[in-house]
């Protein structure tokens, strides 16, 4: 038995035992655990309802907002003293700017993309893991989502490495073509779309374009050799290793 299954054994028996459940208080403490995720669930439902309400009535506050700077314009308030929104938003709903655009920005998501970011959340709580019910949280799983346009490597990604809204791992780096994607993340991990015949296609184009650039003023004959030598045979090599 490897480290963490005795360990988990070890005090899976002892918690069985009468007088370890009563001194740990076991039974009250999971039951109120049990309600602060509750309350959780609960507290995520309220802000997303609240974030619904303030996207449906955003163009009523863009207008009230200008009615504001006209009645000010024509009370004789110079430019320079004019409000800005977010004094206005301040004013108005008692938000900071920053929390009132999260919640705008999760008040315009599509209705399918929030019901599986709640799919995500239930499937990660059953299966004992942590879990992220806020508006943070949401905002960066569903600008992930929308990247991959729910392809299935957006959902793959563990809702626990969204608890308490941190972020993501971010792209180094990447490239497009059209539906096609193939991103370097930060954590040295890659994702891609792309066929192994088109990674093969588009690494002989690079080397190409690499060739075409810089041959002349920045390769040697024995670099120029190894670019000539990728373009004849269509064969990828990795371009960090042709210009050494």
């Given at each position: 038995m490897n480290k963490p299954n005795l360990l988990a054994s070890v005090v899976s028996g002892m918690l069985a035992l009468a007088q370890n459940k009563k001194a740990l208080a076991l039974t009250a403490i999971k039951s109120l655990t049990a309600k602060v995720n509750d309350a959780e669930k609960q507290r995520f439902m309220n802000s997303l309802e609240l974030a619904q309400m303030l996207a449906q009535t955003k163009p009523q506050f863009e207008d009230f907002c200008k009615a504001v700077i006209n009645k000010l314009k024509d009370s004789g308030t110079p430019a320079k003293d004019l409000p800005k929104k977010d004094e206005l938003i301040k004013l108005v709903y008692g938000f900071q700017k920053?929390?009132?655009?999260?919640?705008?920005?999760?008040?315009?998501?599509?209705?399918?993309?929030?019901?599986?970011?709640?799919?995500?959340?239930?499937?990660?709580?059953?299966?004992?893991?942590?879990?992220?019910?806020?508006?943070?949280?949401?905002?960066?799983?569903?600008?992930?989502?929308?990247?991959?346009?729910?392809?299935?490597?957006a959902d793959a990604e563990s809702i626990a490495d969204l608890r308490d809204g941190g972020e993501r791992r971010e792209v180094a780096w990447g490239?497009?073509?059209?539906?096609?994607?193939?991103?370097?993340?930060?954590?040295?991990?890659?994702?891609?779309?792309?066929?192994?015949?088109?990674?093969?296609?588009?690494?002989?184009?690079?080397?190409?374009?690499?060739?075409?650039?810089?041959?002349?003023?920045?390769?040697?004959?024995?670099?120029?050799?190894?670019?000539?030598?990728?373009?004849?045979?269509?064969?990828?090599?990795?371009?960090?290793?042709?210009?050494?």
């Amino acid at each position: 038995m490897n480290k963490p299954n005795l360990l988990a054994s070890v005090v899976s028996g002892m918690l069985a035992l009468a007088q370890n459940k009563k001194a740990l208080a076991l039974t009250a403490i999971k039951s109120l655990t049990a309600k602060v995720n509750d309350a959780e669930k609960q507290r995520f439902m309220n802000s997303l309802e609240l974030a619904q309400m303030l996207a449906q009535t955003k163009p009523q506050f863009e207008d009230f907002c200008k009615a504001v700077i006209n009645k000010l314009k024509d009370s004789g308030t110079p430019a320079k003293d004019l409000p800005k929104k977010d004094e206005l938003i301040k004013l108005v709903y008692g938000f900071q700017k920053s929390f009132y655009y999260k919640l705008i920005k999760v008040g315009e998501l599509p209705k399918n993309v929030v019901n599986k970011f709640i799919d995500k959340c239930d499937e990660a709580e059953k299966d004992g893991k942590d879990f992220a019910r806020s508006i943070e949280a949401l905002n960066t799983w569903a600008k992930n989502f929308d990247e991959h346009k729910g392809e299935a490597d957006a959902d793959a990604e563990s809702i626990a490495d969204l608890r308490d809204g941190g972020e993501r791992r971010e792209v180094a780096w990447g490239i497009k073509s059209g539906k096609l994607k193939l991103n370097f993340f930060t954590d040295g991990s890659s994702e891609t779309n792309f066929t192994d015949a088109e990674i093969n296609a588009l690494l002989v184009e690079i080397t190409a374009h690499i060739k075409s650039k810089y041959a002349e003023k920045k390769t040697t004959p024995k670099q120029r050799e190894k670019l000539d030598a990728v373009q004849r045979e269509k064969k990828p090599v990795a371009v960090n290793k042709l210009l050494k």
